[in-house]
């Protein structure tokens, strides 16, 4: 069975950082597209970022330049590391493998709290 | 990468269908097969009814159907229950190798 189990999330100070874990089962992260999408409480799916099979990443503007995502594939798992984080990273964050152009194994999400 | 448009509430009487819309660009939901419909229900994560513009994960009610026409896909929900009460949400892939998704749309069931 696929499975997926996000880890990490908590309460961070405004310009803080974070990383958050996804630990994979029933599949090999290396061998598939994973992605991190994001909810903000009580809003829509936002997807954040992908990391392709061969290694490119691709990141949405709003987080571009601040969040990496990366892989460890000793420990099948994903990575989303988050700097100068701010109140509007607030969210539930999702680990989502992401094959043949559909998201198609959600984890249950990891809460991400941004504030003083 | 702006979301894509999705009417924000839709409302049906069970047994009637109910049809969402969600409009993207030629860079997005018109230049790819690859758009998808996420169901989901309250407190819980995302779950796949739709991918590739039209065909049905195993286990999924026949019910749930999906299209495309231009820069917009469509999903059809016919012989509305009460279990259908959720958010719905539309993916598509996009031209520089990422994801967008639509608006979001809450379905009631009167």
């Known amino acids: 069975d696929v499975q997926l189990a996000e880890s990490g999330g908590n309460l961070v100070q405004p310009g803080g950082s974070l990383t958050l874990s996804c630990a994979a089962s029933g599949f090999n992260v290396s061998d598939n597209y994973m992605s991190w999408v994001r909810q903000a409480p009580e809003k829509g799916l936002e997807w954040v970022s992908i990391?392709?099979?061969?290694?490119?990443?691709y990141y949405a503007e709003a987080v571009k330049d601040r969040f990496l995502v990366t892989r460890d594939n000793s420990k099948n798992t994903l990575n989303l590391q988050m700097n100068s984080l701010s109140a509007e990273d607030t969210a539930v964050y999702y680990c989502?493998?992401?094959?043949?152009?559909?998201?198609?194994?959600w984890g249950l999400g990891t809460l991400v709290t941004v504030s003083s | 990468q702006s979301a894509l448009t999705q009417p924000a509430s839709v409302s049906g009487s069970p047994g009637q269908s109910i049809t969402i819309s969600c409009t993207g660009t030629?860079?997005?939901?018109?230049?790819?097969?690859?758009v998808s419909w996420y169901q989901q229900l309250p407190g819980t994560a995302p779950k796949v009814i739709i991918y590739?513009?039209?065909k049905r994960p195993s286990g999924v009610s026949d019910r749930f159907s999906g299209s495309k026409s231009g820069n917009t896909a469509s999903l059809n929900i016919s012989g509305l229950q009460g279990e259908d009460e959720a958010d719905y949400y539309c993916?598509?892939?996009?031209?520089?190798?990422?994801?967008?998704f639509g608006s979001g749309t809450k379905v009631s069931v009167l």
């Open positions: 993916s598509s892939f996009t031209s520089r190798a990422t994801y967008v």
């Open positions: 030629s860079r997005d939901v018109g230049g790819y097969e690859f």
């Open positions: 590739h513009v039209s």
């Open positions: 989502v493998r992401s094959l043949g152009g559909v998201l198609d194994y």
């Open positions: 990391i392709y099979s061969g290694g490119n990443t």
